[in-house]
C-alpha cells in the first residue's frame, strides 16, 4: 500500500506553506542537527523557499505534501536514515522526480558508492564549502527551469507529439494522452486527471506547474484551445462543432476563452494563412 500523508505531518507542513507565496524555488532539507539545518536554512532562505524535516521519515512526508524542487539531506540520521530516504524518493512513482543531494561525514569509496547507488544525484562530504553547494543547487535549479521551458514550447506547439525519453517527458505524455483521450468531455476535471494518473491532486499540481509553467486547470484548458486552433486550421469545422470537440460547454464560452488564449477570434485565427 502507498504511503499516505500524516495528518501531524501536514498540518506542519501547512504552516510552512506560507513560504509557498512566491514563486521561488522550494528546497526541502532533511538534517537531525538543529544547528547544522539552521545553517543551512539561514544560507539559502534568500534564494530558496526553505521546508525542514528533523529524519528521514519527517523528510518523506513532507516530499509527499510539499513536493520540493530539490532535496538535501543528511545520511547518518535516526527513525529512517538519508540513503532510506532516498530509496524511497526514487521508488515512488510520486517523488521519483525529486533531485537529491545527500551529505555525510563518512568519507569512503563505499559510502559514496551507496549513496549514489540509492538515486541521489550527489554525494557532498563534510565539511564543505558552502559556496560549493550552493553553485550545485543553483546548477540542478537551472536545470529543471530550461527542461520546463523546453517542454513547454513542445506541448503548446505539438500537444500530441512527445517523445518518451526522461521520466519528466513520460509524465508529461501520461497528461496529455488523458486529456486527448478526454478532450470532448465537458466534465472532465483535474480530480479526475489525477485519479486517472494514480497520484495526488497536490502531486499533479506541482508537477504540472514545474513542468509546463502551469495549473492543472489552466493546463487543460490551453490544451483544448490549441486542439481547438489545429481544427480550426483543418478549416472543415464550424466554430460550434469545434467547440464541442474540444470540451467547451458552449460557443460563447469557446469563443471568449480563444481569443483570450490567441489574442483574436476564432473565425479570424490564421486568415491570411
Known sequence: MADQIDDDHISAVEREQTH????????????DSDDFRYFLKDSLLDEYNIVEAVNGKDGWQKALFCHPN???SDIAMPVMDGIALCNKVKNDSRTFHIPMILLTAANTEESEINGLGSGAIDYITKPFRLPALQRKIRNIIKQQEAFRQTYQK????????VDVQTPDEEFLQQVILTIEQNISNTNFSVAELSASLLISRSTLYNRILELTGKAPLDFIKSFRLKRG???IDKRGFTISQVCYKVGFKSPKTFVKAFKSEFGVIPSKFNQDA
Open 229 to 231: 486552433s489545429q481544427l
Open 20 to 31: 509557498y507565496a512566491t514563486k521561488r524555488p522550494t528546497l526541502l532539507i532533511v538534517e
Open 70 to 72: 530539490l532535496i538535501i
Open 154 to 161: 513542445v506541448v503548446e506547439i505539438k500537444p500530441s507529439q
